[in-house]
């Protein structure tokens, strides 16, 4: 069993900084990727980006490419998402997943664990 809790979330306005934090608990696996997903109201959770514990390797949803960066702290088991730029339509919950997978997805449903979601609201 993998733990997860998620925070640093808030209020930020239009062209601000937050960034997310996920300290992961349990098994946690060399092998284990992280990654990071984002649910708006009446909306699918989508994939925002993932890194794998054993190595640098990343992946990040093109449209975020170059606003939002994910790295972690193996030491302190925890992943980051820092989130630069910051528009309205980046508002939503944002969820830390792992899953004991060699290889990173986009996909939510192939990530075992999840967080309880840490909430960010851009204001206009």
């Known amino acids: 069993q993998v733990q997860l809790v998620e925070s640093g979330g808030g209020l930020v306005q239009t062209g601000g900084s937050l960034r997310l934090s996920c300290v992961a608990s349990?098994?946690?696996?060399?092998?284990?990727?992280m990654g990071w997903f984002r649910q708006a109201p009446g909306k699918e959770r989508d994939f925002v980006a993932a890194?794998?514990?054993?190595?640098?390797?990343?992946d990040y949803a093109d449209s975020l490419k170059g606003r939002f960066t994910i790295s972690r702290d193996n030491a302190k088991n925890t992943v980051y998402l820092q989130m630069n730029s910051l528009k309205p339509e980046d508002t939503a919950v944002y969820f830390c997943?792992?899953?004991?997978?060699?290889?990173?997805?986009?996909?939510?449903?192939?990530?075992?664990?999840w967080g309880q979601g840490t909430q960010v609201t851009i204001s206009s």
């Open positions: 997943a792992a899953d004991n997978m060699r290889r990173l997805s986009r996909r939510s449903y192939e990530y075992s664990y």
């Open positions: 890194i794998r514990w054993s190595d640098h390797y990343t």
């Open positions: 349990g098994r946690t696996a060399s092998s284990y990727a």
